[in-house]
């Protein structure tokens, strides 16, 4: 495993848009990582960034994908337009004395990862927050920095290719099984028609999903990756207590729903369920029983 704050030089997120007067170039920065970088150096890496994305944009109306210089490697991602993310990471160089026994400084971390762990952010981002447009000018760069602070320090950076392929583990069933599942949760959303079921996790294994494919990766990715290993630590040091629990409990909102009011307490997402034509907010209410996580949705 690449320590990752070690390798990572800087992440950043700018919008040219938001700071176009000479003097404005910090309102630019959504976010800037490390946070204790000077506000002339983070205005000299992002305005670099903005040279070379303009400047590739007059040879091909794709987006700038990377720039690489001796010790540095930019990968550039345009999750929406106008706004850019870039994942600065160093690279190996030698010097020669290095050169002369054939060996270099570092570790190099393959671009398709780096690629990926942006991506992977905006994802997480988007479902939590929804997209960077929707945000006000006002308070984009505080909902930045509460969301991306804690998400790039907890990102670990292995060369393995399971970090580029974002798959779901399914557990197989047989057909009766599987039915019984579909039943369940079907008496569950006639007995309560203002849940809507997204997902059936057993021991991180997928059963049932009614998101669209993406918006599904990224909810299984943030159950078996942050939200269930808390909770199965939970569990396993809890002791008597946590055994009573383990017959059901409510994971979102922890105390449960008992008054109207307690729906204000529910984590806000952005899901695209199979049947809608767009992403959507709702509120997500997360279920544990033994070994399986439920997800339902009400419409936000």
């Known amino acids: 495993m690449i320590d990752i704050k070690t390798k990572i030089n800087a992440f950043f997120i700018f919008n040219p848009s938001l700071g176009p007067k000479e003097g404005d170039e910090l309102k630019r920065i959504l976010f800037f990582h490390p946070s204790q970088t000077s506000p002339d150096a983070r205005k000299m890496q992002v305005g670099l960034c903005e040279a070379v994305?303009?400047?590739?944009?007059?040879?091909?109306?794709?987006?700038?994908e990377a720039l690489q210089t001796q010790t540095k490697r930019y990968i550039f991602y345009q999750p929406e337009k106008g706004y850019w993310m870039v994942l600065v990471v160093t690279i190996p160089y030698t010097t020669k004395a290095l050169s002369a026994i054939g060996e270099s400084r570092g570790e190099v971390v393959d671009p398709t990862i780096m690629c990926d762990l942006?991506?992977?952010?905006?994802?997480?981002?988007?479902?939590?927050?929804?997209?960077?447009?929707?945000?006000?000018?006002?308070d984009i760069y505080t909902i930045c920095d509460q969301f991306f602070s804690p998400y790039i320090s907890s990102r670990n950076i292995t060369n393995d290719i399971s970090d580029?392929?974002?798959?779901v583990s399914y557990l197989p069933l047989d057909k009766n099984s599987f039915f019984k599942v579909v039943c369940f949760i079907d008496l569950l959303e006639i007995n309560y028609p203002d849940l809507k079921c997204v997902s059936f996790v057993y021991n991180e294994q997928l059963i049932w999903n009614s998101l669209c494919?993406?918006?599904?990766?990224?909810?299984?990715?943030?159950?078996?990756?942050t939200l269930l290993p808390k909770q199965v630590e939970r569990e396993i040091q809890g002791g008597a207590v946590a055994a009573a629990q383990r017959?059901?409990?409510?994971?979102?909102?922890?105390?449960?729903?008992?008054?109207?009011?307690?729906?204000?307490?529910?984590?806000?997402?952005h899901l695209q369920r199979e049947d809608d034509d767009e992403s959507k907010q709702y509120y997500l209410i997360i279920y544990r029983t033994l070994s399986a996580t439920i997800c339902?949705?009400?419409?936000?």
């Open 53 to 64: 994305v303009k400047f590739m944009s007059t040879f091909s109306s794709e987006p700038c």
């Open 118 to 138: 942006l991506k992977s952010a905006y994802k997480m981002f988007r479902m939590f927050r929804g997209p960077f447009k929707n945000i006000s000018n006002d």
């Open 247 to 269: 017959h059901g409990r409510f994971i979102s909102p922890p105390e449960g729903i008992q008054i109207k009011e307690d729906l204000e307490r529910l984590m806000k997402v």
């Open 213 to 225: 494919t993406e918006d599904m990766l990224t909810l299984y990715q943030y159950l078996v990756q």
């Open 164 to 167: 580029v392929i974002q798959g």
């Open 296 to 300: 339902f949705t009400i419409d936000g």
